[in-house]
T-cell receptor, first 114, second 112 residues
């Protein structure tokens, strides 16, 4: 079965550094998402992306965050200047078409900000 | 309770027993979904129930939805050790929104 691939699986960075989390969504999917899960807390929506632009974003997704689909396969989340509170598991997800409500999630990138 | 709250927060059962998890939500929904998360892994979609459905089955899973009480339950019958995972309910935030709102989840442990 096709799957969403995320790299790296773990990322350790120093506070204030930039990080880029990478995702390869399922190839024929059109809608892309980033969610995060702080340890012990709920999975939270960050941003959705369709047709090369952001469709929705949450309050968490401030100016420090950006997303990009640089080519036909990759979908990235960049955090410009990481903070301690950015430490979390970040999940990429994709959805195939209008009217389809099932999301396919990657295995996540565990980001640790020191 | 907060939106998308599951209970119990943790559940431990013997293999072969049934596991029931409950979820409550606050807003009007078009559908409600259940996801499973194995430790350290991503979320896997299990089942979706629409607001005009009351019950839905998929293999050993049975989901019910009571829109008047804004609640749903997930029943796993004849549990297996491999069912050990966290289970989350989720729904979309509103009309035209594909922002999924998740509950805190129920951590299920199935003891062989």
């Amino acid at each position: 079965e096709p799957e969403v691939t995320q790299t790296p699986s773990h990322q350790v960075t120093q506070m204030g550094q930039e990080v880029i989390l990478r995702c390869v969504p399922i190839s024929n999917h059109l809608y892309f998402y980033w969610y995060r899960q702080i340890l012990g807390q709920k999975v939270e929506f960050l941003v959705s992306f369709y047709n090369n632009e952001i469709s929705e974003k949450s309050e968490i997704f401030d100016d420090q965050f950006s997303v990009e689909r640089p080519d036909g396969s990759n979908f990235t989340l960049k955090i410009r200047s990481t903070k301690l509170e950015d430490s979390a598991m970040y999940f990429c997800a994709s959805r195939d078409r209008v009217g389809s409500e099932k999301l396919f999630f990657g295995s996540g990138t565990q980001l640790s900000v020191l | 309770s907060q939106q998308g709250e599951e209970d119990p927060q943790a559940l431990s059962i013997q293999e072969g027993e049934n596991a029931t998890m409950n979820c409550s939500y606050k807003t009007s929904i078009n559908n409600l979904q259940w996801y499973r998360q194995n430790s350290g892994r991503g979320l896997v979609h299990l089942i979706l129930i629409r607001s005009n459905e009351r019950e839905k089955h998929s293999g050993r899973l049975r989901v019910t939805l009571d829109t008047s009480k804004k609640s749903s339950s997930l029943l796993i019958t004849a549990s297996r050790a491999a069912d050990t995972a966290s289970y989350f309910c989720a729904h979309y935030s509103g009309a035209g929104s594909y922002q999924l709102t998740f509950g805190k989840g129920t951590k299920l442990s199935v003891i062989p």
